[in-house]
């Protein structure tokens, strides 16, 4: 017989010492957390859909203390996958939007899922440059420390941590994901969204992160389940979640999924892809001796079966969590502060002849 349990994709990358660990994703500077940080919607962007799709992905690394058997403090990190989004707030339409960080409460907090977050003494993203730094290389690992503002759903099902981010887009090679792309759970219904339906992923690939540049990895595969039931999620809660017949493993948490949208639909025949997100990854199934669906801890090294079935977070719980108070509030306040815009001059009397 063969069990089966769920596998947060958070993986321990590296050999813990006594005192510290040398970050898997290199040195930092500083990471730019804001309240909320306006965005502007880019140009049009002939590049291929699958290249954009890389561009939204970061490499998050939370780094723990821990103490060894001895009690001795050591630092331990962890590795995941975020991605940006940008969030249009129909109570500002003069704004195009708000730029966000989106990744797992189990990336964020590592052993959240077992009731035990690890104290973090810091965070860091890895990001892409458009340009070349002065030793060569394409990427910039920026720092938060260790009180990132990070916000999470009062649901404890829901694998997700938000935090607004300001960065400098004109220095990064990255672009943000538009909500306006989320499947809704009614969209969802309209669409007739199905098992079988194509998906796509983006994220971390834990054997090679990239040396001059961060590399994410795409694959794809195919929505297994849309359970009507709520089922165990990463949390160890029941919860709503995606399955997915696509092979994630650690260091895929937080990877966000597209699902194609194009295709025979009950409103006809749509040829070409039509993207929008499903979701972000957030688990596997592991199969172990009796077929039980149990959430476990975070990999940490250890070789599993890999049932090839990942769990996915809906991206309608992403949109709700952009629309608790707190964030509501801190998009107010941005724009309250925003500078008016001139009033339009008085056109000129006519003249008479």
Not at 23 to 34: E, H, I, Q, R
Not at 71 to 91: C, E, N, Q, S, W
Not at 123 to 128: D, E, G
Request: with cysteine.
């Amino acid at each position: 017989m063969k069990k089966l349990k769920m596998i947060c994709l958070l993986p321990l990358l590296c050999i813990a010492i006594a005192a510290s660990a040398q970050s898997p994703v290199g040195n930092s500077g500083a990471l730019p957390t804001t309240a909320a940080s306006v965005a502007t919607v880019p140009a049009a962007n002939p590049e291929p859909i699958v290249t954009q799709f890389k561009k939204t992905v970061v490499f998050v690394e939370a780094d723990c203390i821990v103490a060894d058997d001895t009690g001795a403090r050591k630092i331990v990190p962890y590795l995941g996958t975020g991605f940006l989004v940008m969030y249009h707030d129909d109570r500002f339409p003069a704004v195009q939007g708000f730029n966000y960080l989106v990744t797992n409460h189990h990336v964020a907090s590592p052993g959240i899922e077992d009731g035990t977050p690890c104290q973090v003494q810091d965070y860091k993203i890895r990001l892409n440059l458009k340009n070349a730094a002065a030793d060569g290389s394409y990427s910039e690992v920026i720092s938060a420390g260790a009180n990132v503002p990070w916000v999470y759903p009062t649901d404890p099902a829901v694998d997700l941590a938000m935090v607004p981010i300001a960065l400098d887009m004109s220095k990064y090679s990255l672009l943000a994901f538009p909500s306006s792309l989320f499947l809704t759970s009614e969209e969802a219904k309209q669409n007739r969204v199905v098992e079988g339906d194509s998906v796509l992923f983006t994220g971390l690939f834990v054997q090679f992160i990239g040396q001059v540049k961060s590399e994410p990895i795409v694959r794809e595969g195919k929505i297994a389940m849309i359970p009507d039931e709520k089922m165990p999620t990463t949390l160890h809660v029941l919860g709503n979640v995606y399955l997915v017949d696509a092979h994630v493993f650690g260091g895929n948490s937080g990877s966000p999924m597209l699902v194609n949208l194009s295709g025979q639909r009950d409103n006809g025949l749509m040829a070409g892809y039509n993207y929008h997100l499903l979701g972000l990854i957030s688990g596997y199934v592991q199969e172990t001796s009796d077929f039980k669906l149990q959430p476990v801890a975070s990999y940490a090294g250890t070789v599993v079966a890999n049932s090839g079935v990942a769990t996915v977070v809906p991206a309608q719980q992403i949109l709700d969590l952009f629309n608790v108070e707190v964030l509501r509030a801190n998009r107010q306040k941005v724009f309250e502060a925003m500078p008016a815009a001139p009033a339009p001059k008085p056109s000129a009397a006519p003249t008479q002849q």
